[in-house]
């Protein structure tokens, strides 16, 4: 069964809107570690947050936000005034530490493109 | 910086060919991994080393195998390859912590023809 959900296949939006990408996941465990990726058009995975699960604080850096919610088992990212170079493949993933022997379990993806 | 390093970016084969893909990565961790990406598929694990000589099957192993014979380097080996292993193939690694993440190389575009 899938953990690690990204229900948006490709989002389209225009220069400078915001835009939220979803991650909903899926785990027994109480320990566990949620992190989102970056894959521009180069095709490298850039590793852009990690979050554990006793730390629901929101996370800001600079137009980039993460809203972690446990009650709803969501890990969303959110881009603020976007821009082109913004454009990518962003991935979502879970590290279940008692599990999974230091694997990601990982999501689709959800492909990103901002028009000018 | 963390360096993980692919021995190509391209790399075109004929059905049946040995194919080897290289990965080093300069950091000392232990973990390794080769995934491969397909559109709509996400990354799915092929193989994950912890160590020199140790290996685990990820999610799809067949019709790959993998050698760790240093620290440092994580080859994965098509035997035979066929038109259905054309694929990204990403290489990772990480230290070994829970709360790691994994560090990635600029990936090989493998076409099999």
């Known amino acids: 069964a899938q953990k690690v959900t990204q229900a948006q296949t490709e989002i389209s939006v225009v220069e400078k809107e915001d835009v939220t990408l979803d991650c909903v996941y899926e785990?027994?465990?109480?320990?566990?570690?949620l992190f989102w990726y970056k894959q521009p058009p180069s095709g490298e995975l850039v590793f852009l947050i990690r979050?554990?699960?006793?730390d629901e604080q929101n996370e800001i850096s600079g137009r980039y936000s993460w809203n972690f919610q446990k009650s709803t088992s969501s890990f969303n990212f959110t881009i603020t005034a976007s821009q082109v170079v913004d454009s990518a493949v962003y991935f979502c993933?879970?590290?279940?530490?008692?599990?999974?022997?230091?694997?990601?379990?990982w999501g689709a993806g959800t492909k990103l493109i901002i028009k000018p | 910086d963390v360096k993980v390093t692919q021995s190509s970016r391209y790399l075109v084969k004929r059905t049946g060919e040995k194919v080897f893909l290289e990965c080093v990565q300069d950091?000392?961790?232990?973990?390794m991994f080769w995934y491969r990406q397909d559109p709509g598929l996400g990354l799915r694990l092929i193989y994950f080393?912890?160590?020199?000589?140790?290996?685990e099957k990820g999610d799809i192993p067949e019709g790959y195998s993998v050698s760790r014979e240093k620290k440092e380097r994580f080859s994965l080996i098509l035997e035979s390859a066929s038109t259905n292993q054309t694929s990204m193939y990403l290489c990772?690694?990480?230290?070994?912590?829970?709360?790691?993440?994994?560090?990635f190389g600029p990936g090989t575009r493998l076409t099999v023809t």
């Open positions: 993933a879970l590290s279940e530490p008692a599990d999974s022997n230091y694997q990601l379990i």
């Open positions: 785990t027994r465990d109480t320990t566990y570690y």
């Open positions: 979050r554990n699960s006793f």
């Open positions: 080393s912890y160590d020199v000589k140790m290996k």
């Open positions: 950091m000392d961790h232990e973990n």
């Open positions: 990772a690694s990480s230290p070994q912590s829970e709360s790691s993440e994994q560090y």
